[in-house]
């Protein structure tokens, strides 16, 4: 970031009321503003308790005041904070006095944080992750986004980026100064290095989509005959009325969407027109949309009407598969019981019967679909598409190698490069040729 970069302000804790209000300050004038206001910097990286004042002397408040001298900062520049009592009208008073200082300006959205990427101080995915862990609603996310923050998945890409970068220098060398004396096996090394890196790659690709699910919510789509409960289902799992319950057939019309917590893994249910062959266009429009509701969906649960089991109805059988968990829903109508479950549940939205078990088996699913295991941390359609990119060029690196000529397989491990690059956000030549100069001192 420039030294002449304007210095820039904002509210950084919740617009609510609430106990304490942080404001942020970061830019060249950071500490003559902070001194404006509270007639001294505090110690670095030190909570002072300083009374802060307007441009007119009056006292706005009393509070908690940090000081971080760039680099060591969040945004790498000079940082100041101050931590007052979280009254709208003090904080309006606040950023007023701010504003009214020669040099400052309120920050624009996410320009904290893009400064902090510009000074290297988090990457892309880091700053995804910033976001993630403000909106996360499920113990999961939090997880996910905790971990993302921590720089897990940067330095995976990193890692893979440099073994890429290393085979890519290499050949570079042996294009670019064939005069010199260096090693004969370059590309077969080249190419051992990358075959070794394009294998967990591939094992991250076939992850199932679990990173972005989880971020996301799994989906879990309701799908069934008319008056078989679908909206009574979900009204129990939603805790509330969600969606309108009535005897007559075709009162859910359009896709009802409702977003639960289910064992810490967050999940999307969604209520659908019955299924059945209908005339009537409006209700022919749901009963298309619940099709394709059901094609897009994680998971299916199909429901049957328990008044009439073990008879089913053809339309929702046809749409059972290996995603389906089969509901047989008004238990209490069932003459009998309800034998053998099997792999079916059996519950009662009336009277609440076998909800539990239901809850219980939706988070089982639920963590399939989106568990943690096997380090998944692709969150974003941009990553995967990066990483397959990169995957694509690597490999078609090795399937020309000894087909074409050097410089034209050399291109394909820098496309990949770049791919990888794109993930974190560091693209940049002067890796390469670092490497170059380092591993074979070339000119000494």
Known sequence: MLESAPTIFALSSGRDKAGIAVVRVSGPNAGAALKTLTGALPQPRFAALAAVHGPSGDLIDRGLVLWFPAPASITGEDVAEVHVHGGPAIV???????????????????????????????????????????????EAQRSQAIRQMEGEMGRTVDAWRTEVMGALAHIEA?????????????????????????????????????????????????????????????NRLARRNAAIVSPMAGTTRDVLEVHLDLAGYPVILVDTAGLRDVTEDVE???????????????????????????????????????????????????????GAPGDHLFISAKTGAGLDDLVHRLGVLAA?????????????????????????????????????????????????????????????????LDIVFTDFCIGK
């Open 92 to 138: 309006s008073a606040l950023l007023a006095a701010l504003g009214a200082q020669p040099g400052l300006r309120p920050a624009e959205p996410g320009e904290f944080s893009r400064r902090a990427f510009h000074n290297g101080k988090l990457d892309l995915t880091q700053i995804e992750a910033l976001a993630d862990a403000i909106n996360a609603e499920t």
């Open 174 to 234: 042996a294009i670019d100064f064939a005069d010199e004396e260096l090693p004969l096996n370059i590309l077969p090394d080249a190419a051992a290095r990358i075959e070794a890196v394009i294998s967990p790659m591939e094992r991250q690709l076939k992850d199932r989509h679990r990173g972005e699910r989880l971020r996301d919510g799994v989906r879990m789509v309701l799908i069934g005959a008319p008056n078989v409960g679908k909206s009574s289902v979900l």
């Open 284 to 338: 022919a429009q749901g009963v298309r949309r619940a099709r394709a509701q059901s094609h897009a969906a994680d998971v299916k649960i199909a429901l049957f009407d328990g008044s009439k089991w073990p008879s089913q109805d053809a339309e929702t059988a046809d749409m059972v598969d290996g995603d389906t968990l089969v509901v047989v829903n008004k238990s209490d109508l069932m003459d009998g019981g309800t």
């Open 368 to 432: 399939e679909k989106a568990g943690l295991g096997g380090q998944s941390w692709l969150t974003r359609a941009r990553h995967r598409d990066a990483l397959v990119a990169c995957v694509g060029h690597l490999r078609a690196f090795l399937a020309t190698k000894d087909t074409t000529g050097v410089e034209i397989s050399a291109e394909e491990l820098r496309l990949g490069a770049r791919a990888l690059g794109r993930i974190t956000g560091r693209v940049d030549v002067d890796d390469l």
